[in-house]
């Protein structure tokens, strides 16, 4: 899987608040198989 819109970075537009909860979904991501992902904090 990719997912070309990703919300993972804390604290930037309506993502996680943490860093916790942003590896949280980072290892929901590995889990699901994803094997990419584009980040950016806009």
Not at 34 to 41: D, E, G, I, K, N
Request: proline share 7%; charged share 25%; aromatic share 8%.
């Amino acid at each position: 899987m990719t997912d070309l819109h990703a919300h993972i970075l804390p604290g930037f537009d309506d993502g996680p608040e943490t860093l916790a909860e942003s590896l949280a979904i980072a290892d929901a991501y590995v889990k699901a198989a994803t094997r990419r992902s584009w980040l950016r904090p806009t």
